[in-house]
T-cell receptor
Framework: DGGITQSPKYLFRKEGQNVTLSCEQN?????MYWYRQDPGQGLRLIYY???????QKGDIAEGYSVSREKKESFPLTVTSAQKNPTAFYLC????????????FGQGTRLTVV | KQEVTQIPAALSVPEGENLVLNCSFT??????LQWFRQDPGKGLTSLLL?????REQTSGRLNASLDKSSGRSTLYIAASQPGDSATYLC??????????????FGQGTILTVHP
């Protein structure tokens, strides 16, 4: 079935550690997005990519990094510079060339221990 | 900058009631508006996408309306059921330029339908 797969579902990070969240899609969508969700704050955009080998910062990019080496994959690295990384992370994709429906993965819950 | 507001923040109703969730946005130059459902600890499931040229979109017991000129959308849920309990989010995309497809979300309405 076509869709977006995020892994892992739960992730625990120690202080000072970098961790990488995976997002894979088989929808042949060009554009991919990472959002962060905190209670009471809604979803905020971290990074997005409209084509392979290109990406832009969203509203809260500090402490995060991404890569887009393949159309299907858009991994997010939460670096030690991100001081408050505990949150729910959601990946999304849409096809380029038309404004249409966005599809989301099932999310990754990141907790600092 | 686009801002999206959802009212009410939370709603609790008995089973069988018809209900309306509200979404307002500050910039009326939108291409579409999307309503999502989110269950606790889960991702977002798309419910309805209403294009800017449409005034209504229906799926089963759900009906979404859009009034671009006033910057408002409503999601109508008919004959609510306990299984409808979830958080409902509306979102509008930025169009064109380098921020293509970037979604701005409301903070959501937490719906509880009790038996």
């Amino acid at each position: 079935d076509g869709g977006i797969t995020q892994s892992p579902k739960y992730l625990f990070r120690k202080e000072g550690q970098n961790v990488t969240l995976s997002c894979e899609q088989n929808l042949n969508h060009d554009a991919m997005y990472w959002y962060r969700q905190d209670p009471g704050q809604g979803l905020r955009l971290i990074y997005y990519s409209q084509i392979v080998n290109d990406f832009q910062k969203g509203d809260i990019a500090e402490g995060y990094s991404v890569s887009r080496e393949k159309k299907e994959s858009f991994p997010l690295t939460v670096t030690s510079a991100q001081k408050n990384p505990t949150a729910f992370y959601l990946c999304a994709s849409i096809p380029r060339g038309q404004i249409t429906e966005a599809f989301f993965g099932q999310g990754t819950r990141l907790t600092v221990v | 900058k686009q801002e999206v507001t959802q009212i009410p923040a939370a709603l609790s109703v008995p089973e069988g009631e018809n209900l309306v969730l509200n979404c307002s946005f500050t910039d009326s130059a939108i291409y579409n508006l999307q309503w999502f459902r989110q269950d606790p600890g889960k991702g977002l499931t798309s419910l309805l996408l209403i294009q800017s040229s449409q005034r209504e979109q229906t799926s089963g017991r759900l009906n979404a309306s859009l009034d671009k000129s006033s910057g408002r959308s409503t999601l109508y849920i008919a004959a609510s059921q306990p299984g409808d309990s979830a958080t409902y989010l509306c979102a509008v995309p930025n169009a064109g330029g380098t921020s293509y497809g970037k979604l701005t979300f409301g903070q959501g309405t937490i719906l509880t339908v009790h038996p």
